[in-house]
T-cell receptor, first 109, second 114 residues
């Protein structure tokens, strides 16, 4: 079967750094996506990784290791507005997105 | 225009009603998607249109009927829904199904079936 695992909830402090991990087992691999979703709103695209390594985009970075079936999203200089759910999604060999259940990130002052 | 526009934002309907959800994008994207999302759950894929042809139907009940009139529009026709169909319905688009960047999601239609 296809499976994506990520922690259910994480808590971090404003101004700090947090790493959200994602492990996956899918039928093929055609890229991994990270999305941010605030409660009651639509997901917004954060990053895309298809090759191993780190992709940096401002305060957010995403890392991929295909051999380990592993990715993480790194958020730096956390702000209160970063409180949201973060969804990891893998595109499989049929170009379908397989979604993780999401990690709810709580930022405390 | 870099948005996916969905209407209505909220919809309350009875189990005998017929209604339609609408989705529009003008980014030239050739793949469009309908997702259903329950609270605290990830989006569940319902339908995929690629170049205006239905390419994936994830075994969705026939009370949901998609339509893609042209490359910019996507509709979801609803008929005889059940209370458990209450959810956030999200439309998304991408350059094509293999695009190397993320889907653009609309803000969703919050559907309540009474």
């Amino acid at each position: 079967g296809q499976n994506i695992d990520q922690p259910t909830e994480m808590t971090a402090t404003e101004g700090a750094i947090v790493q959200i991990n994602c492990t996956y087992q899918t039928s093929g691999f055609n890229g991994l996506f990270w999305y941010q979703q605030h409660a009651g709103e639509a997901p917004t695209f954060l990053s895309y990784n298809v090759l191993d390594g780190l992709e940096e985009k401002g305060r957010f970075s995403s890392f991929l290791s295909r051999s380990k079936g592993y990715s993480y999203l790194l958020l730096k200089e956390l702000q209160m507005k970063d409180s949201a759910s973060y969804l990891c999604a893998v595109r499989d060999s049929n170009y379908q997105l397989i979604w993780g259940a999401g990690t709810k990130l709580i930022i405390k002052p | 225009d870099t948005e996916v526009t969905q209407t209505p934002k909220h919809l309350v309907m009875g189990m005998t009603n017929k209604k339609s959800l609408k989705c529009e994008q003008h980014m030239g994207h050739r793949a469009m998607y309908w997702y259903k999302q329950k609270a605290k759950k990830p989006p569940e894929l319902m339908f995929v249109y690629s170049y205006e042809k239905l390419s994936i139907n994830e075994s969705v009940p026939s009370r949901f009927s998609p339509e893609c009139p042209n490359s910019s529009l996507l509709n979801l026709h609803l008929h005889a829904l059940q209370p458990e169909d209450s959810a956030l319905y999200l439309c998304a688009s991408s350059q094509d199904r293999g695009a190397n960047y993320g889907y653009t999601f609309g803000s969703g239609t919050r559907l309540t079936v009474v």
